[in-house]
């Protein structure tokens, strides 16, 4: 008796299909991203989000997920950090719903963001996350 194969269930996260200037956005992002020793890029929850290696995620896109008006890059952010960063601009910087609660800052991208701030906010988001030997090659 041959064995049945299980039907692959739709994602319950679909992909989100950007508008052009939001794609070429999130490609920025990426190219950022993945410059990172050992980024990897997986779709969660239906966005792009980026992973240090095996380990932990340190940036994940926000395309008008949570009905936002904004395209945003969620990142995480050692203490202290997301709240200095949301008093120095509140255009710009937001706390994120769900992981807001843990430090994650909202960086928003489609009103032109100072892209030297966006990849320095994410080497910092790698380095709170990242292991050892990685935060090594980081800095080697």
Known sequence: MAAKKKKRSAPSHPIRRLAAAD?????RVRRICMKLPEANERISHGEPTFFAGKGKVYAMIDGHH???PHLSVWLPQPLGAQEALIDADPERFFRPPYVGV???VGVVLDTKPDWGVVEGLVREAYRHVAA???LARLEG
């Open 102 to 104: 843990s430090g994650w």
């Open 132 to 134: 050892k030997k990685l």
């Open 23 to 27: 794609q070429r956005l999130v490609e």
């Open 66 to 68: 949570h009905d936002s």
